[in-house]
């Protein structure tokens, strides 16, 4: 199992940490009157109910359907939420370890300047 140093490229089903439960709270104010956002468990793991969130939002903003949060799914929120998903994520205590999907670890860190 690889350990990477870098910010999650995209996460899909499966993927889990902290950073999932930032996505989900996204999510869930972009689209407070979605019926699937109620049925949301902030529990770190990108399960149903977050693929469901995500397939919706790209649906809405016009962007390939994959149900996976990958770049051109968050350019979509940044242009039309200004919702910076790493910046989000670096200000959040217990962002460093993330779990692909494939059970791959990326341990992320901010860099000192």
């Known amino acids: 199992?690889?350990?990477?140093?870098?910010?999650?490229?995209?996460?899909?089903?499966?993927?889990?940490?902290?950073?999932?439960t930032v996505l989900q709270s996204f999510l869930c104010g972009a689209f407070p009157?979605?019926?699937?956002?109620?049925?949301?468990?902030?529990?770190?793991?990108?399960?149903?109910?977050?693929?469901?969130?995500?397939?919706?939002?790209?649906?809405?903003?016009?962007?390939?359907?994959?149900?996976?949060?990958?770049?051109?799914?968050?350019?979509?929120?940044r242009r039309d939420y200004n919702f910076d998903f790493e910046a989000a994520c670096n200000g959040i205590q217990g962002t460093t370890v993330f779990v692909q999907a494939d059970g791959t670890k990326i341990h992320w860190g901010r860099t000192r300047g």
């Open 33 to 77: 009157a979605s019926p699937i956002a109620g049925q949301m468990v902030y529990d770190e793991e990108f399960g149903e109910v977050t693929e469901e969130l995500v397939r919706e939002f790209q649906v809405r903003s016009q962007v390939s359907v994959s149900c996976v949060w990958d770049m051109p799914t968050r350019g979509a929120a």
């Open 1 to 20: 199992m690889a350990v990477l140093i870098e910010f999650p490229r995209e996460m899909k089903k499966g993927s889990k940490g902290p950073h999932i």
